[in-house]
Structures are given as structure tokens and as C-alpha cells.
DNA sequence: AGCACGCCGACT
DNA sequence: GTCGGCGTGCTC
């Protein structure tokens, strides 16, 4: 009499696009495995061994042949849960990707010390916080309906700074203690480590440390282990991290939250490319849990889903937002030229501020490439061969074009004739060097990738600061230069615009009550702008702009590499079976491969995404001689930026 | 990806 | 006769 059959539905853990799917095991007799362990299983021909996910325990098998055993139970641990399995495999096909790939990017490798230290001590289940304290800032009626189940919200975040954190780091926290208190759980995906820092910080004041799980790129991977197995209890927690936290396992999930979703660090740069703010919709609309979007101004995809009626705002009571003061270059008095090319007013401005504290000074990112500009009209300067941005180089080097690297000799205007340019987006090296020389007997503090600094203190000092390293100053700054604005905007991206504004947004919300920003070289509707505080309506005429020519955020958009002709075929047949799919291609890139840009509407892009997941199996699985194969990326982070080069 | 199977050319 | 080239196909 034979005994039932158990079987282990089995995912391998590989980037092999073929085998991203299930295989069945036969479970021997005396061996327990449940669903979500991580296991080890032969495949293919030599039986090879390699590791697995149990996603289910079956005692039928629909397959044919005669199933192999499960080799050995990894650990006990029952790492993939339910939720982040369907939530993986959504987010996989959203993006024609693989779901090994997602679950990767989800569950951090198995640290077996940690995982035994965890076992043998599991957290006990100590009494929740009590709730916060209602804030004021919001209207109560608001924030609750923002915390409703299902719920969809763009939060405008409060400007300044409260002692030491940012207004909206409070706010952040009161919101996500009140969910916890209410015994759900909270997952905070932010973009930078200093986010995490403060708000780490802040979290464990507020509920203490055993209901609060960090993740970020600094910890080692057996710290992210560990937190992650933190999730995996029966116990609330707020979960703060960045991009990777927003897949962390939780129990009984109440809000998502996405800490200004307009930054660039929320695209995934591994495949399949997702961005935090999809993971986000997704994970919301599975669980059931409050979607929230913070930030100071809406990203362009916000405004979408807000002009859409899918998403809903909630504003502060008071706008607090600072004073801009355009001061462009034109026809201003610029201190000695050699030095800082500031404006007088903002010069007098700066040097009166200082006399109270600190002074916030923001530049372009440091290490990216300068460009350069006419020195008449501020064109920017383009290579006469191709038409490519010319750059300087390191000292000593000539200028060469970034694109043939044809030198720079003989160089005219393409607009007024000049002769001469001027380096625009100049390293913070340099800005440090000549505001220390403009601002004698002043302390400079510099903050940048290199230079990590959380907090400056609220005596008077240069802060020189790359955009998104900006330390928080005690009580706030006095004033804020915002700098190098021009180049930003004329960086060669679709994003340039949204992330300059994200970036001086940024820098108003860590002045003080009071101060005022200065905008050095920006002229036109965008500084007016500024001014006004009308940002939003610059954005919604952008977004108005793009569903015009169809670029995202109103369109979503697909690319695909490969051999020349494979790529061609698929891209015919694709017009074939997409009326409404618009073609942008074929491009040559590197090495006999062709690559399209495709614009599809969301309401077609599931279909597509199956389409060329499917392609991508097929290609991987009938190899053709050519050691290109085809690559698929949907709303990749470059496709945005491949897009707006090729069509200049 | 790996790895085996298979069907053609020059070797002790 | 057979050793081994890599093109082809599969993995529960």
C-alpha cells in the first residue's frame, strides 16, 4: 500500500530566464519540508545541486516524468512568505523579468549564525507604545483618512526643522507610531542613508528599539539577515530603509510609505529595474494597506495618479514654504570673477546671514562630469563634429568632446560666435575653494558622497553641500544659496527637471523659520516659480507636456537589446499585434547589437511585458551563434535617458 | 547557466 | 576503426 505522495513545488534560485518557473520534488519519507524554505535540489542533466524556494506543499504532480528528490532542507526558516511571493511575482511580470531576480533583491543571504542566535532567542512580544501625540501641522480628519485601509495619498511634507530633525521626520514618525499603535505594521522606504540615520533615530525615541527594523546598504549582510528575520515574527514593526525595505515581510501590514519618490536612488539599478513607488502601489493594493507618497512637491508620476483621481492629497494647515529670491547672473555685479560668480544681493545676503549661523550653500553633485557653456550667451557648448557636449577634463588635459573625444580646438558658438566658455557644474572642490576665498574667517564645512555628515551645528559656517547631502543644521540654516541650477536643468534627461526641483525643495526645507534662499543662475518661468511657490503648476504643465508627446510618466516605456536581426523581427511583429505601440529604433550600441525604445500605454503594457518575457525564454532557450543575447528592460532607469539622447 | 547527447572530420 | 569537435536541447 502506497503511502500519499508529498511534493515540494520547488522555484530555483537562478538567473537563467528558462527556469524561472516551478519544479516539482518528490519530498522522501522522513524528511519535513514546508513552504518558504529555502532547500537544495538536483537539476538538470548532471543532477547538478542548487538551491530553491518551496512556494508550496502538493500531493499530486501534473508532470510526466518521474520526479526527483529533494535533496536536504537549507534551514528551517520559512523565508519566502505568501505575501512577498505573490508580491515578487507581480512585480516580475510588471517588468518582463524573472522572479528569482526580484526575490533576490527581497531576501539578503542567509547568515547561519545570525539565524541560530535568532532561534534560540525569538523577540517576546513586549506591550505596544501608546499612541503619539495628534500632530498639529495636519488636519486630524486628513491624516486619518490618509491611515484608512486601501487608502492612496500624496503627502505634502511640513518644511523646517525642528531642533534637531527636520519637521517632517516628526511627522513621519507620529504617523507610523499611530499605525503601530494600532498594531499593524509600517514599511518606510527611503532614498538615502541619512534619511534611514535620522529617522532611525527618531523611531527608536518613539517606540522603542524592539518595534523598529532597519535596513540599509551600509549594514552587513548579516545584519540585514537579522532584520529581516525580525519581520518574520508575529509582532508589529516599523521597518525603515531604503529601496530593499520596501519588500521586507511583515505581519499584519498597515502603511507603505515612499519618502520623496521623485529622488532617483528609488530605481533599482539591478533587473528588473523596479522603482520603489510600483513596489509600493503593488505591495498596498495586495495587502490591503494605506499607501502613502511624502514629499515637498509631487513627483511627475504622483501628479499622474493624483490628476488621475487614484491617488489623493492631504497638505499641511500652514504653508510654510521659504522665500526664493531669483538673483540670476545677467546684468548682476558678480564679485571678482575668479572667485565665487555670486550675485551681490546674494552675496550681502550670505554675509548678514552668517552673522547669525550657519549658511547652506548647495552645488552641483560632485563627479559629474562639467560641460561647458559660451561664456556670451550660455549656450552650451557642443562638439563641431557631432554635436556632442563638450567637458573639460582633468587638469592639464584639453577639452574634448564627451561623445568622439574630438579636442576642442577652435571652438566657436554654434549661437553668438564667442570664442571663449566658461565651465558650468563645476566639482564642490572648487565652489569650497572660492566661497572660503569670498568669505574670509568663515569655517567652511564640506558634505558630500566622500565627506558624510549628518548634522552641522547652529554657529556660523559655510556649509557646502551636493545636492542630496545636505546635513541638517540645528534650528535650521540662516540662508540657503542654491547653486549650479543651470546645469542641472540642462543635463541631457527627461528626469532633470523633477530632480532639480526635488533638490531646491530639499535645501528651502531645511532653512529656518524665516530665511531665505537665493537662486544664482536660473532665470525664466522656473525661477519665477520658485518664487511664486507655484512648483506644482510647473509640473503639471510638464506632465501636460509629456502626455503630449508621449513620454513618461503618461506612457510606460520597454526596451530591447540584441543581435540586430532577432531584435529587428521582434519589433515587427510587435507593431503587428500592438496598434498603439509607438517604435523608437533601431539603435546601434556597442558591439553588432541593435536596441528599440518602445512607448506603450499602461492599459496595453501588461500584455506587452508577457510578450517579451516570452521572446526573452525563447531567445535564451534556442541560442544562436552570436554570444548577444536579448535583453528586455520595462520602464528600466536608463530607458528615460536612452530616449532623450536619441532623440536630439 | 551547465551539461550530456549527437553526428561529422583526422588520428594512433 | 575511434577520439573529439562543438551545435542543439533540456532541466521536475
Not at 448 to 454: M, N, T, V
Request: hydrophobic content about 40%; aromatic content about 6%.
Amino acid at each position: 500500500m502506497a503511502e500519499r505522495p508529498v511534493i515540494a513545488r520547488v522555484r530555483p534560485d537562478s538567473r537563467v530566464p528558462q527556469l524561472d518557473r516551478e519544479f516539482d520534488y518528490r519530498v522522501p519519507p522522513g524528511m519535513t519540508v514546508l513552504p518558504g524554505q529555502r532547500v537544495r535540489i538536483p537539476m538538470g542533466r548532471g543532477s547538478r545541486v542548487q538551491t530553491g524556494f518551496v512556494t508550496e506543499i502538493v500531493s499530486s504532480s501534473e508532470f510526466g516524468g518521474t520526479l526527483l528528490d529533494v535533496e536536504d532542507v537549507v534551514s528551517d526558516v520559512q523565508v519566502l512568505t505568501p505575501e512577498l511571493l505573490s508580491l515578487a511575482t507581480e512585480v516580475a511580470s510588471r517588468h518582463a523579468g524573472g522572479v528569482s531576480d526580484v526575490l533576490r533583491l527581497a531576501i539578503p543571504p542567509r547568515g547561519v549564525r545570525v539565524e541560530k542566535a535568532w532561534q534560540q532567542n525569538p523577540h517576546s512580544g513586549g506591550d505596544l507604545p501608546s499612541p503619539p501625540q495628534p500632530s498639529s501641522a495636519f488636519d486630524p480628519d486628513g491624516l486619518a483618512q490618509m491611515l484608512q485601509p486601501g487608502a492612496r495619498t500624496w503627502w505634502q511634507l511640513p518644511y523646517g526643522v525642528n531642533s534637531k530633525h527636520p519637521t517632517s521626520h516628526y511627522e513621519i514618525v507620529s504617523v507610523a507610531s499611530t499605525v503601530l499603535a494600532q498594531g499593524r505594521s509600517v514599511v518606510i522606504s527611503v532614498p538615502d542613508w541619512r534619511d534611514v540615520a535620522f529617522l532611525h533615530e527618531l523611531l527608536q525615541e518613539a517606540v522603542g528599539e524592539e518595534f523598529v527594523s532597519r535596513f540599509d546598504a551600509d549594514q552587513t549582510p548579516g545584519e540585514r539577515y537579522s532584520h529581516y528575520l525580525r519581520g518574520l515574527e508575529a509582532d508589529p514593526v516599523i521597518v525603515i530603509g531604503a529601496r530593499h525595505a520596501i519588500y521586507a515581510p511583515v505581519s499584519n501590514l498597515g502603511l507603505v510609505l515612499v519618502l520623496h519618490d521623485a529622488d532617483d536612488l528609488h530605481r533599482e539599478p539591478l533587473a528588473p529595474y523596479p522603482h520603489t513607488r510600483d513596489v509600493a502601489l503593488i505591495r498596498a493594493e495586495q495587502s490591503g494597506a494605506a499607501l502613502v507618497l511624502a514629499s515637498f512637491v509631487p513627483s511627475l508620476a504622483a501628479l499622474r495618479l493624483i490628476e488621475m483621481g487614484f491617488v489623493n492629497s492631504l497638505h499641511p494647515r500652514n504653508d510654510e514654504r521659504p522665500r526664493v529670491v531669483p538673483t540670476s547672473l545677467t546684468g548682476a555685479e558678480s564679485i571678482s570673477p575668479q572667485q565665487a560668480r555670486l550675485p551681490s544681493i546674494a552675496f550681502r545676503a550670505v554675509a548678514q546671514a552668517l552673522q547669525e549661523g550657519p549658511v547652506l550653500i548647495q552645488v552641483f553633485r560632485s563627479g559629474f562630469a562639467p560641460g561647458l557653456a559660451c561664456s556670451q550667451c550660455r549656450e552650451r557648448a557642443r562638439c563641431r563634429e557631432c554635436q556632442g557636449p563638450l567637458r573639460a577634463h582633468r587638469k592639464g588635459d584639453r577639452e574634448r568632446c564627451a561623445w568622439c573625444s574630438t579636442p576642442a580646438d577652435r571652438w566657436s558658438c554654434g549661437l553668438c560666435g564667442s570664442t571663449t566658455w566658461v565651465p558650468i557644474g563645476q566639482a564642490i572642490g572648487r565652489t569650497a575653494n572660492e566661497l572660503g576665498k569670498a568669505f574670509p574667517g568663515v569655517s567652511v564645512i564640506q558634505a558630500d558622497g566622500e565627506h558624510r555628515k549628518l548634522r552641522v551645528p547652529s554657529k556660523p559656517a559655510l556649509v557646502i553641500a551636493t545636492r542630496g547631502a545636505e546635513p541638517v543644521a540645528e534650528g535650521g540654516y540662516q540662508a540657503a544659496l542654491l547653486l549650479d541650477g543651470e546645469s542641472m536643468l540642462q543635463r541631457q534627461s527627461l528626469s532633470a527637471l523633477t530632480e532639480t526641483l526635488d533638490g531646491w525643495e530639499h535645501a528651502l526645507s531645511l532653512l529656518s523659520h524665516g530665511a531665505q534662499a537665493f537662486l544664482t543662475d536660473v532665470e525664466g518661468p522656473i525661477a519665477n516659480a520658485m518664487a511664486a511657490s507655484s512648483v506644482e503648476g510647473l509640473l503639471r504643465r510638464e506632465l501636460g507636456e509629456r502626455q503630449h508627446v508621449r513620454l513618461p510618466p503618461s506612457v510606460r516605456l520597454a526596451t530591447i537589446e540584441g543581435p540586430t536581426a532577432q531584435v529587428s523581427t521582434l519589433a515587427d511583429s510587435l507593431a503587428i499585434s500592438f496598434p498603439t505601440l509607438e517604435a523608437i529604433g533601431p539603435v546601434a550600441v556597442k558591439s553588432g547589437a541593435h536596441r528599440y525604445v518602445f512607448k506603450i500605454p499602461y492599459s496595453e503594457a501588461p500584455q506587452l511585458a508577457r510578450e517579451l518575457r516570452a521572446a526573452v525564454v525563447h531567445s535564451a532557450v534556442t541560442r544562436g551563434r552570436g554570444s548577444v543575447r536579448l535583453r528586455v528592460s520595462f520602464d528600466g532607469a536608463s530607458a528615460l535617458d536612452e530616449l532623450a539622447s536619441s532623440s536630439q
